[in-house]
């Protein structure tokens, strides 16, 4: 079934009476050419006055939008021979995360020199109805995956494979039994533990980042993001109900909170901004991927000639400038 977000319901309602001009044209043999033209310039100039200046909680919406890309849709599209691999060694699986080996797809005539290479691949789940939410738990992990990521990044770096995360949660689970085995701890090992990774590490903030469950795999030489997802400590609801009281208010914690990509790209906190197709990824989901494998391969063109040290230092530096200011 189809989600359809309130501020883009005049678009989609609008485009579907062009659908409807359309199959009526095809039915009776009627010309109705110039109508269909006049509503699709009338849907054109809508969407671009409607998607050119949305609100940080309307684009919160959109990075929560059931239909965008999840992590498995990028390597359905980027990537060939996936493997997935399971397990934290310590008796559990988590399907919030997922991690396992692929190889980038060759472009043809137009490969960059990726095409074949073997990467190590880790992200966030969730799923799109509620059976696949009830499984991948809401895209929320719990100890068990981050310890899961953690494996996968040391098995990378001993076989020297680039590492790609994609961030996709709310947040960490908050739950007891994810508190009882250990949840801040595997965060807090994941994040100095990926400092030290010794292969290049890039990261795509793809919907929502939320908190330490985005951190605890982010940690990266590399951090993009795209144009519609949103990166911040706290969820805009869970801050509205800390400051006003009230989670109502989520809307005006959003703007407060600066979580947008735009925000979060000028204050150095991302490197990059991916765009999205005007209307969204979870309609232009097919182009969302390919501008997102586009960007991730140029990095990692630019990073995958660095000796070890200068990874290191790279991504020691990233972090570090985070937080500058001038006190003059």
């Given at each position: 079934?189809d989600?359809?977000?309130?501020?883009e319901?005049?678009?989609?309602?609008?485009?579907?009476?062009?659908?409807?001009?359309?199959?009526?044209?095809?039915?009776?043999?009627?010309d109705?050419?110039?109508?269909?033209?006049?509503?699709?310039?009338?849907?054109?100039?809508?969407?671009?006055?409607i998607?050119?200046k949305?609100?940080?909680?309307?684009?919160?919406?959109?990075?929560?939008?059931p239909?965008r890309?999840?992590?498995?849709?990028y390597v359905?599209?980027?990537?060939?021979?996936?493997?997935?691999?399971?397990?934290?060694?310590?008796?559990?699986?988590?399907?919030a995360?997922?991690?396992?080996?692929?190889?980038?797809?060759?472009l043809?005539a137009?490969?960059?020199?990726?095409?074949?290479?073997?990467?190590?691949?880790?992200?966030?789940?969730k799923?799109?109805?509620?059976?696949?939410?009830?499984?991948?738990?809401?895209?929320?992990?719990r100890?068990?995956?981050?310890?899961?990521?953690?494996r996968?990044?040391?098995?990378?770096?001993?076989?020297?494979?680039?590492?790609?995360?994609?961030?996709?949660?709310?947040?960490a689970?908050?739950?007891?039994?994810?508190?009882?085995?250990g949840?801040?701890?595997?965060i807090?090992?994941?994040?100095?533990?990926?400092?030290?990774?010794?292969?290049?590490?890039?990261?795509?903030?793809?919907?929502?980042?939320?908190?330490?469950?985005?951190?605890?795999?982010?940690?990266?030489?590399?951090?993009?993001?795209?144009?519609?997802?949103?990166?911040?400590?706290?969820s805009?609801e869970?801050?509205?109900?800390?400051?006003?009281?009230d989670?109502?208010?989520?809307?005006?914690?959003?703007?407060?909170?600066?979580?947008?990509?735009?925000?979060?790209?000028?204050?150095?906190?991302?490197?990059?901004?991916v765009?999205?197709?005007?209307g969204?990824?979870?309609?232009?989901?097919?182009?969302t991927?390919?501008?997102?494998?586009?960007?991730?391969?140029?990095?990692?063109?630019e990073?995958?000639?660095?000796?070890?040290?200068?990874?290191?230092?790279d991504?020691?530096?990233?972090?570090?400038r985070?937080?500058a200011?001038?006190?003059?």
């Open positions: 079934m989600v359809v977000l309130d501020f319901r005049p678009i989609v309602e609008l485009k579907r009476r062009i659908q409807q001009l359309r199959e009526l044209q095809e039915a009776n043999g009627v109705l050419s110039a109508s269909i033209e006049q509503l699709e310039v009338q849907a054109r100039r809508l969407q671009e006055n998607f050119g949305l609100t940080p909680w309307q684009r919160t919406q959109l990075a929560r939008h239909h890309p999840y992590t498995l849709d359905d599209g980027l990537f060939t021979e996936w493997t997935e691999l399971h397990g934290d060694r310590c008796g559990y699986d988590d399907h995360i997922v991690g396992g080996t692929a190889r980038f797809k060759h043809g137009a490969d960059d020199g990726l095409g074949g290479k073997p990467v190590l691949i880790v992200g966030h789940q799923g799109r109805n509620t059976k696949e939410n009830l499984f991948r738990n809401f895209g929320m992990a100890p068990d995956g981050y310890r899961k990521a953690m996968l990044f040391r098995l990378a770096e001993r076989f020297g494979l680039p590492i790609l995360t994609f961030i996709d949660t709310s947040g689970y908050p739950g007891l039994d994810a508190e009882e085995r949840q801040a701890e595997a807090a090992r994941n994040i100095m533990e990926m400092a030290t990774l010794k292969v290049p590490v890039v990261c795509l903030v793809a919907g929502e980042g939320g908190s330490g469950g985005a951190l605890a795999i982010g940690v990266a030489n590399r951090v993009l993001m795209l144009e519609n997802s949103v990166y911040s400590v706290i805009p869970g801050c509205a109900a800390i400051l006003w009281r989670r109502a208010e989520a809307s005006r914690a959003a703007e407060a909170l600066r979580i947008t990509a735009s925000d979060c790209l000028s204050l150095g906190v991302v490197d990059e901004v765009p999205e197709e005007l969204g990824a979870h309609r232009y989901a097919s182009q991927v390919a501008a997102v494998g586009a960007a991730v391969r140029r990095h990692l063109t990073l995958l000639p660095l000796s070890t040290q200068e990874l290191l230092d991504r020691y530096d990233r972090f570090r985070l937080g200011f001038d006190a003059a």
